[in-house]
Each structure stands twice: as structure tokens, then as C-alpha cells.
């Protein structure tokens, strides 16, 4: 007998991959983000990490000529990616791979731009900045989302969902401090708005979780699952004034 009751994981996955994008974001806030960005029109090479179903690799695509490569953990997500750039007649120069961003085979000083919206907190920003930093031609340029206070007034309850979802928040300043460290001349910051949350993510997500719970009812996992992603909703609504995804837009030196 097979065993129906999926892991978190198969439900983050099989939730996810149907939608637009995985996390807070808009193409106007890739677009703001690319606008600090010199170069774009001579480009030859961009790395999307934790690309997911390739949301923002699509609006790079229209804006930068040059290869562009996607690489998330799940063969789910980056065959979502493959889908939508075949469909645009893009499969020539954007691509998704499965592979993880702590470990890169690409050859080193090749890269001109390290795009990562919404996943570098899980894997670590001070470390993925030093890391990716060799990879990048001198003078390239990495542009990051990242979960961050925007004011010292922390609340322990935010404090302990993005610490169990494994990634504890910093500060603004905090985390320029530490992209100046790693090497970048910080090129800009800015909170990405509201909407990115509740319109073009947790909307999508919610309609999906109809989906989900419709598909496994009674199912304890899927129930946890939905409430813990509401619980997150709720959080967001109750102090999304005082915590938001920054993009941080940071030039090698
Ligand atoms: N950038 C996409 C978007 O905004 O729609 C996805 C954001 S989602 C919140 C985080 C993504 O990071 C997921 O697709 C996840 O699979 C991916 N991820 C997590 N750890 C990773 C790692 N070590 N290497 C590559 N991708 C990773």
C-alpha cells in the first residue's frame, strides 16, 4: 500500500510550483532593482539563484541579452522554468538547473551579474555574498532580497518565525554592513511594497491552498501546513511596518 500523506516538503513543492512566484516580489521591483544595474546591454552572463519557477528570470530576460542561467534545489520548480522560456522563444539563453548556490560549478570571474530573490536568507547572507563574490567579474554586480527589520522595534514574535523558518532577521544597516564587507560598494536599497506580499503572493498562495486541502481532506500535515502559511499572513498584517523584503544592490570591487 502506497503511503498518501506527503511530507512538508512535497507540500511546499506541490503548492509552489503551479504558482507565478514563490515568495514576496513584482516585475516592477526587478525592474527598480535592474535600473541601479549598469552594463545590462552588454552582458554575457547571469546567474539566478534560487530562481524557483523563474518569476524575475523572465523579467532579466527582457532586459538583458546575454545567457542567463536559473538555478534552484528542486527539479520541480526549474522544469516550470524550462517551460515558461520555451514558451517565450527563449530557450537558447535562459535555462534552469538543478543545483544548489553554495556550490557553483561555474568558472570563476565569469559572471557579470548574481540575481537571488527571496532565498538567499535560507542558505546565509554574509556567506552566499563572500561566496559568490569570486565568481563574479570584477566590477560585477549582485542583486539580493532579503527579509530585514526596518526599524530596531523587533518583535519576538516575527523574530521566531523567520528564525524557525531559518533565517533570522537583520537589520537594513545591518545587512549593508555586511555586503560592504564582503567586498560590494552598496549601490541601493529599497523595500520592496506590500503588494509584492499580499497581492502577488499570499493571494496566489491562498487560491492554491484551496486546491491542496481540497485534494487531501482530513489530512493533519496539509492542515498544519495551511495554517502555518496563515499564521505567516498574520504576522505580515499585524507588523508589516516594521519587517519587509529589502533588495540590497551590491558592485564588486
Ligand atoms: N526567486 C523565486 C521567486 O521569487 O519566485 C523563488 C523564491 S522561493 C522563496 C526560494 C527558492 O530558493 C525556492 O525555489 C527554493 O527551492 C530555492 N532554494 C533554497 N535553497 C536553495 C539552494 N541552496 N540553492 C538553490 N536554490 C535554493
Wanted: hydrophobic share 40%; glycine share 10%.
Amino acid at each position: 500500500m502506497t503511503d498518501q500523506t506527503p511530507s512538508m516538503l512535497d507540500l511546499v513543492i506541490e503548492l509552489h510550483k503551479l504558482l507565478d512566484r514563490l515568495g514576496p516580489g513584482s516585475v516592477e521591483s526587478t525592474n527598480r532593482a535592474l535600473d541601479f544595474v549598469e552594463g545590462l546591454g552588454s552582458m554575457e552572463r547571469v546567474l539566478d539563484l534560487g530562481c524557483g519557477t523563474g518569476a524575475q528570470t523572465m523579467t532579466l530576460a527582457e532586459r538583458i541579452s546575454g545567457s542567463i542561467t536559473g538555478i534552484d534545489l528542486f527539479s520541480d520548480f526549474v522544469d516550470e522554468l524550462n517551460a515558461r522560456a520555451e514558451k517565450r522563444g527563449l530557450s537558447n539563453r535562459v535555462r534552469g538547473v538543478q543545483g544548489s548556490m553554495d556550490k557553483l560549478d561555474v568558472e570563476l570571474e565569469s559572471v557579470d551579474l548574481i540575481w537571488c530573490e527571496g532565498a538567499i536568507d535560507g542558505v546565509g547572507f554574509e556567506e552566499m555574498l563572500g561566496y559568490w563574490s569570486s565568481f563574479l567579474k570584477p566590477h560585477g554586480y549582485v542583486a539580493v532580497t532579503c527579509p530585514s527589520w526596518l526599524t530596531d522595534n523587533r518583535v519576538a514574535e516575527v523574530d521566531d518565525f523567520w528564525t524557525q523558518a531559518g533565517s533570522g532577521l537583520d537589520t537594513v544597516a545591518q545587512n549593508v554592513d555586511v555586503l560592504q564587507k564582503a567586498g560590494y560598494v552598496p549601490v541601493s536599497t529599497f523595500v520592496l511594497p506590500k503588494e509584492c506580499w499580499t497581492e502577488n503572493y499570499f493571494a496566489p498562495r491562498r487560491a492554491a491552498e484551496a486546491n491542496l486541502a481540497a485534494k487531501y481532506p482530513g489530512n493533519e500535515t496539509v492542515a498544519e501546513f495551511i495554517a502555518g502559511n496563515h499564521y505567516e499572513e498574520e504576522l505580515f498584517a499585524a507588523y508589516g511596518n516594521l519587517y519587509g523584503y529589502v533588495f540590497y544592490i551590491g558592485k564588486k570591487l
